[in-house]
């Protein structure tokens, strides 16, 4: 242990650390579909082999990428910035700023002096400047925990309330418009912490207010306008098959048996033509239509808005390696290319070797084409990233490409997202690391350490925990297991059947009624335009310059799986914080905000894993109304229409 201060240095390693296991989420639920679905037989030793070569190769590439996407000043990574600050502001004494919430919470006060000199007013002062943000967390996390006992135990409901469905149960088309689970989430709320901060939206207190808000349009256009209008109506027959789903059908609606289309583990195009065409419910099918949209549109507003910046920023990396972070890192030795080069090789190899050996079923240049997409996109992507602090929509790009060079390989989506995918994703997030370290100065030989030991910490501790609770939990991933129901996972599983087993000319192409989502590729390209006229046109308009055509189609990308009631209990929680607070309190804000979404979301975390190990696993459980979730809406998941 460190016998001197805890250091800003040390903090930052710390989130290095943690930061290398931010995609094994999606790496994890690749591993769960080969493993649930398509080879039952698939081992720990080849998921972990699979997983740490596809960490390592993407961490070589982002290192081999450090000259162009790191040293040089023009690469700013904004968040990195952001989070430099961050670290910062929590490392350095603030008196004066304390002083000034005090003298803030009195000046900017909209009561009259009478009630200022209440016991209210000295607690309030009290409360603004007298407890630290350590105490501060501490004190919501312990909150937290506590309460997460509740909607996550003792009364499960609490974590869903439809009204309408509380209203009139028996009634159909209630059930459909308000249930949060699996219906439009009209008239829905929950008092579950997990639901306004979700795996999918992530904490709604760390997302600027107009970022929410063009996010919430989207969904409020798409999914309680559009979407209920077109399924009413049964577009595409949509009708007659679940309202809201991430499974996919055949035209009868019944679940669609893969075992029906697969000879020896390809797909059997004559089996296809005997059995079923797919179909998927509406709102899944939209998810990809606005995807492509959401697609072009965002390199449409990065040219328009980021284009001359981009620019001059890559002209500026020939003359201009060096600034004050350069010139002082250079004290330090560095990590020499081969080195990164050496690991590079070593974990393709190994990925390609275990791969094939363990017939995963992809064959060897499907791993040259996954690795080939990570290496050619990490400069042009990553250099966007760097300079406008979004990134193109890559899980599209490897799923188009797997889909067409690896069609009748299911698993071949597996590999295509492990390898081309998610380690290029993986990479921009390594590289973003490597700036902020960067920034704080930290020697990049100790960011090699601490980095690679996160990403085999994470490795071995999350797939390992993952074949353990597929072993012992019955029904993990399928509705009976609930709470293991595993959205994420079953959604990936429906897309490798989309995208590799049948195709996407199948599923989207001619014939087909989801050929006009293509049209979103198009529609993407020309939806940022009028917006950036009218910007230019009308630039003192304050809610104009803040509406942003990619992250309004963003919105309702998470939709299948992520639950509706999400949504709303997000939006109005950022509402809460990043409106209201913010503006009337904000002292308060820029003191204890981000505080409290770090402790709500520690609570609720270590609250689960006390509640699955010291509960749930010892068979410990309550049988009784209140944790009868889905008695609530008993309709919503039947289809609108008859098949």
Same mark, same amino acid.
């Given at each position: 242990?460190?016998?001197?201060p805890?250091?800003?240095?040390?903090?930052?390693?710390?989130?290095?650390?943690?930061?290398?296991?931010?995609?094994?989420?999606?790496?994890?639920?690749?591993?769960?579909?080969?493993?649930?679905?398509?080879?039952?037989?698939?081992?720990?030793?080849?998921?972990?082999?699979?997983?740490?070569?596809?960490?390592?190769?993407?961490?070589?590439?982002?290192?081999?990428?450090?000259?162009?996407?790191?040293?040089?000043?023009s690469?700013?990574?904004?968040?990195?910035?952001?989070?430099?600050?961050?670290?910062?502001?929590?490392?350095?004494?603030q008196?004066?700023?304390?002083?000034?919430?005090?003298?803030?919470?009195?000046?900017?006060?909209?009561?009259?002096?009478?009630?200022?000199?209440?016991?209210?007013?000295?607690?309030?002062?009290?409360?603004?400047?007298?407890?630290?943000?350590?105490?501060?967390?501490?004190?919501?996390?312990?909150?937290?925990?506590?309460?997460?006992?509740?909607?996550?135990?003792?009364?499960?409901?609490?974590?869903?309330?439809?009204?309408?469905?509380?209203?009139?149960?028996?009634?159909?088309?209630?059930?459909?418009?308000?249930?949060?689970?699996?219906?439009?989430?009209?008239?829905?709320?929950?008092?579950?912490?997990?639901?306004?901060?979700?795996?999918?939206?992530?904490?709604?207190?760390?997302?600027?207010?107009?970022?929410?808000?063009?996010?919430?349009?989207?969904?409020?256009?798409?999914f309680?306008?559009?979407?209920?209008?077109?399924?009413?109506?049964?577009?595409?027959?949509?009708?007659?098959?679940p309202?809201?789903?991430?499974?996919?059908?055949?035209?009868?609606?019944?679940?669609?048996?893969?075992?029906?289309?697969?000879?020896?583990?390809?797909?059997?195009?004559?089996?296809?033509?005997?059995?079923?065409?797919?179909?998927?419910?509406?709102?899944?099918?939209?998810?990809?239509?606005?995807?492509?949209?959401?697609?072009?549109?965002i390199?449409?507003?990065?040219?328009?808005?980021?284009?001359?910046?981009?620019?001059?920023?890559?002209?500026?990396?020939?003359?201009?390696h060096?600034?004050?972070?350069?010139?002082?890192?250079?004290?330090?030795?560095?990590?020499?290319?081969?080195?990164?080069?050496?690991?590079?090789?070593?974990?393709?190899?190994?990925?390609?070797?275990?791969?094939?050996?363990?017939?995963?079923?992809?064959?060897?240049?499907?791993?040259i084409?996954?690795?080939?997409?990570?290496?050619?996109l990490?400069?042009?992507?990553?250099?966007?990233?760097?300079?406008?602090?979004?990134?193109?929509?890559?899980?599209?790009?490897?799923?188009?490409?797997?889909?067409?060079?690896?069609?009748?390989?299911?698993?071949?989506?597996?590999?295509?997202?492990?390898?081309?995918?998610?380690?290029?994703?993986?990479?921009?997030?390594?590289?973003?690391?490597?700036?902020?370290?960067?920034?704080?100065?930290?020697?990049?030989?100790?960011?090699?350490?601490?980095?690679?030991?996160?990403i085999?910490?994470?490795v071995?501790?999350?797939?390992?925990?993952?074949?353990?609770?597929?072993?012992?939990?019955?029904?993990?991933?399928?509705?009976?297991?609930?709470?293991?129901?595993?959205?994420?996972?079953?959604?990936?599983?429906?897309?490798?059947?989309?995208?590799?087993? /049948?195709g996407?000319?199948? !599923?989207?192409?001619?014939?087909s &009624?989801?050929?006009?989502?293509?049209?979103? $590729? %198009? @529609? *993407?390209?020309?939806?940022?335009?009028?917006?950036?006229?009218?910007?230019?046109?009308?630039?003192?308009?304050?809610?104009?310059?803040?509406?942003?055509?990619?992250? /309004?189609?963003?919105?309702? !990308?998470?939709?299948?799986?992520? &639950?509706?009631v999400?949504?709303?209990?997000? $939006? %109005? @929680? *950022?509402?809460?914080?990043?409106?209201?607070?913010?503006?009337?309190?904000?002292?308060?804000?820029?003191?204890?905000?981000?505080?409290?979404?770090?402790?709500?979301?520690?609570?609720?975390?270590?609250?689960g894993?006390?509640?699955?190990?010291?509960?749930?696993?010892?068979?410990?459980?309550?049988?009784?109304?209140?944790?009868?979730?889905?008695?609530?809406?008993?309709?919503?998941?039947?289809?609108?229409?008859?098949?």
């Amino acid at each position: 242990m460190n016998p001197g201060p805890f250091t800003i240095k040390e903090h930052v390693l710390i989130s290095l650390m943690s930061n290398a296991s931010a995609y094994m989420a999606l790496t994890v639920d690749i591993f769960a579909v080969l493993r649930l679905y398509y080879n039952p037989s698939f081992s720990l030793w080849t998921a972990l082999v699979l997983l740490l070569s596809g960490q390592l190769f993407a961490y070589s590439l982002a290192g081999l990428s450090r000259t162009l996407l790191v040293l040089p000043a023009s690469m700013i990574w904004p968040s990195s910035l952001i989070n430099a600050s961050l670290f910062r502001t929590f490392h350095e004494h603030q008196p004066e700023f304390d002083k000034s919430i005090n003298r803030a919470s009195i000046s900017d006060s909209k009561v009259g002096p009478a009630v200022e000199s209440s016991l209210w007013a000295r607690w309030r002062q009290k409360g603004l400047s007298g407890m630290s943000r350590t105490q501060f967390f501490w004190i919501c996390f312990a909150c937290s925990f506590v309460w997460y006992f509740v909607p996550g135990y003792l009364l499960q409901v609490l974590s869903t309330i439809s009204l309408l469905c509380l209203v009139a149960p028996h009634s159909h088309l209630a059930n459909l418009i308000g249930d949060g689970k699996q219906g439009l989430g009209v008239l829905s709320f929950s008092l579950d912490w997990s639901v306004f901060s979700n795996a999918f939206l992530l904490s709604p207190i760390a997302t600027p207010f107009w970022a929410a808000c063009n996010l919430f349009v989207g969904f409020v256009l798409v999914f309680w306008i559009a979407l209920p209008i077109a399924y009413f109506n049964n577009l595409w027959g949509a009708a007659s098959l679940p309202l809201y789903s991430a499974s996919v059908f055949t035209t009868n609606s019944t679940q669609y048996d893969i075992s029906r289309v697969m000879r020896n583990g390809v797909f059997d195009a004559q089996a296809y033509e005997q059995y079923s065409p797919l179909r998927m419910s509406l709102e899944f099918s939209w998810v990809y239509g606005i995807g492509f949209a959401a697609l072009m549109s965002i390199l449409v507003h990065i040219a328009l808005y980021n284009g001359k910046e981009i620019i001059a920023r890559v002209r500026e990396t020939k003359t201009k390696h060096d600034d004050i972070h350069g010139k002082l890192i250079m004290q330090y030795p560095s990590v020499k290319a081969w080195w990164y080069l050496v690991m590079l090789v070593a974990s393709a190899a190994a990925g390609i070797a275990v791969g094939v050996g363990a017939h995963v079923g992809v064959p060897w240049w499907g791993y040259i084409l996954s690795f080939a997409i990570a290496i050619v996109l990490i400069i042009p992507v990553g250099i966007i990233q760097a300079v406008s602090n979004r990134q193109p929509g890559l899980s599209l790009v490897a799923e188009l490409l797997s889909g067409i060079v690896l069609q009748g390989i299911p698993t071949g989506y597996s590999i295509l997202k492990l390898y081309g995918h998610g380690s290029l994703a993986q990479a921009l997030s390594y590289a973003q690391d490597m700036k902020l370290a960067h920034y704080m100065k930290i020697p990049p030989r100790q960011v090699l350490l601490y980095q690679g030991i996160g990403i085999v910490i994470s490795v071995v501790i999350q797939t390992c925990l993952f074949f353990w609770l597929v072993d012992h939990i019955p029904d993990m991933c399928r509705p009976e297991g609930y709470p293991w129901v595993c959205r994420s996972t079953n959604l990936v599983y429906s897309a490798s059947i989309i995208w590799n087993l /049948i195709g996407p000319l199948k !599923v989207f192409g001619e014939g087909s &009624p989801y050929s006009p989502l293509l049209w979103g $590729f %198009l @529609f *993407g390209l020309f939806l940022p335009i009028p917006v950036y006229f009218l910007q230019r046109r009308f630039p003192r308009c304050t809610w104009l310059k803040h509406v942003y055509i990619p992250v /309004i189609l963003s919105g309702i !990308v998470g939709l299948p799986p992520m &639950p509706p009631v999400d949504f709303p209990m997000w $939006f %109005l @929680f *950022g509402f809460i914080f990043n409106f209201l607070i913010h503006r009337y309190w904000n002292m308060w804000w820029q003191k204890y905000n981000f505080t409290l979404s770090a402790g709500l979301d520690s609570g609720l975390a270590l609250s689960g894993i006390f509640q699955f190990l010291a509960l749930s696993q010892n068979g410990i459980e309550i049988n009784w109304w209140g944790n009868q979730v889905d008695r609530q809406c008993p309709l919503s998941a039947q289809p609108w229409l008859t098949p």
